[in-house]
Protein backbone atom coordinates (compact mmCIF):
# COMPACT_ATOMS: atom_id res chain seq x y z
CA UNK A 1 0.00 0.00 0.00
CA UNK A 2 1.24 3.63 -0.83
CA UNK A 3 1.19 6.92 0.75
CA UNK A 4 0.72 10.19 -1.85
CA UNK A 5 3.02 11.86 1.03
CA UNK A 6 6.23 12.35 0.46
CA UNK A 7 6.08 11.82 4.70
CA UNK A 8 4.86 8.67 6.27
CA UNK A 9 4.59 10.84 9.87
CA UNK A 10 2.59 13.75 11.18
CA UNK A 11 5.58 16.06 13.07
CA UNK A 12 4.08 17.55 16.50
CA UNK A 13 3.23 21.37 14.66
CA UNK A 14 1.16 19.10 11.93
CA UNK A 15 -0.85 17.63 14.99
CA UNK A 16 -1.12 21.08 16.51
CA UNK A 17 -2.41 22.31 13.60
CA UNK A 18 -4.86 19.63 12.86
CA UNK A 19 -6.03 19.80 17.00
CA UNK A 20 -6.52 23.70 16.40
CA UNK A 21 -8.80 22.83 13.17
CA UNK A 22 -11.23 20.04 15.52
CA UNK A 23 -10.79 22.80 18.22
CA UNK A 24 -12.43 25.39 15.39
CA UNK A 25 -14.68 22.83 14.62
CA UNK A 26 -15.93 22.46 17.98
CA UNK A 27 -14.77 18.93 18.56
CA UNK A 28 -13.33 19.79 21.63
CA UNK A 29 -10.91 17.43 24.05
CA UNK A 30 -13.71 16.33 26.25
CA UNK A 31 -16.26 15.31 24.24
CA UNK A 32 -19.01 12.96 25.67
CA UNK A 33 -18.44 9.36 24.80
CA UNK A 34 -21.50 8.73 23.02
CA UNK A 35 -19.72 11.12 20.13
CA UNK A 36 -16.25 9.79 20.82
CA UNK A 37 -17.06 7.65 17.20
CA UNK A 38 -17.76 10.77 15.49
CA UNK A 39 -14.31 12.44 17.26
CA UNK A 40 -12.28 9.91 15.91
CA UNK A 41 -14.11 9.83 12.31
CA UNK A 42 -13.38 13.43 12.41
CA UNK A 43 -9.87 12.77 13.45
CA UNK A 44 -9.13 10.38 10.86
CA UNK A 45 -10.69 12.09 7.66
CA UNK A 46 -8.43 15.02 9.02
CA UNK A 47 -5.29 12.97 8.99
CA UNK A 48 -6.21 11.25 5.72
CA UNK A 49 -6.61 14.44 3.88
CA UNK A 50 -3.89 16.34 5.05
CA UNK A 51 -1.80 13.30 4.23
CA UNK A 52 -3.56 13.63 0.67
CA UNK A 53 -2.16 16.73 0.58
CA UNK A 54 -4.40 19.37 1.98
CA UNK A 55 -2.85 21.39 4.45
CA UNK A 56 -4.73 24.64 4.56
CA UNK A 57 -6.60 24.55 7.92
CA UNK A 58 -10.04 26.46 6.22
CA UNK A 59 -10.39 23.44 3.75
CA UNK A 60 -10.17 21.14 6.13
CA UNK A 61 -12.22 22.65 8.32
CA UNK A 62 -14.41 23.09 4.99
CA UNK A 63 -13.95 19.43 4.95
CA UNK A 64 -14.95 18.37 8.84
CA UNK A 65 -18.13 20.40 7.91
CA UNK A 66 -19.10 18.82 4.75
CA UNK A 67 -18.69 15.85 6.07
CA UNK A 68 -20.10 15.65 9.83
CA UNK A 69 -22.36 19.35 9.78
CA UNK A 70 -21.35 21.23 12.71
CA UNK A 71 -21.38 20.19 16.06
CA UNK A 72 -24.17 20.72 18.47
CA UNK A 73 -23.48 22.92 21.24
CA UNK A 74 -24.82 22.26 24.46
CA UNK A 75 -27.72 23.92 25.64
CA UNK A 76 -27.65 26.61 28.15
CA UNK A 77 -28.49 26.11 31.57
CA UNK A 78 -32.86 27.35 32.01
CA UNK A 79 -32.73 30.26 34.56
CA UNK A 80 -36.50 29.90 36.25
CA UNK A 81 -38.04 33.26 35.67
CA UNK A 82 -40.14 32.23 39.07
CA UNK A 83 -38.83 31.43 42.30
CA UNK A 84 -39.24 27.34 43.01
CA UNK A 85 -41.65 28.49 45.72
CA UNK A 86 -43.62 30.73 43.54
CA UNK A 87 -44.42 27.57 40.71
CA UNK A 88 -44.49 25.16 43.23
CA UNK A 89 -45.80 26.55 46.43
CA UNK A 90 -44.00 26.59 49.93
CA UNK A 91 -43.39 23.35 51.92
CA UNK A 92 -45.77 22.68 54.99
CA UNK A 93 -43.53 23.70 57.39
CA UNK A 94 -43.03 26.69 55.68
CA UNK A 95 -46.48 28.10 55.20
CA UNK A 96 -47.98 30.57 57.22
CA UNK A 97 -50.63 29.64 59.94
CA UNK A 98 -54.35 30.83 59.05
CA UNK A 99 -55.55 33.22 61.55
CA UNK A 100 -58.43 31.63 63.29
CA UNK A 101 -61.80 34.00 62.99
CA UNK A 102 -63.63 33.58 66.65
CA UNK A 103 -66.27 35.44 65.71
CA UNK A 104 -68.53 32.81 65.46
CA UNK A 105 -72.18 34.58 65.61
Known sequence: MSSTSDKPY?????L???QGVLDAAGYKAKIPASDEEVFNAAAMLLIRLFQEGVTSPAMLLRALE?????????PKPVTPVCNRYAIQ???????????????DG
Not at 66 to 74: R, V
Not at 89 to 103: C, E, H, I, Q, Y
Open 10 to 14: LTSSD
Open 89 to 103: GLPRDRRAVPPVNST
Open 66 to 74: YHFGKPKKQ
Open 16 to 18: EML
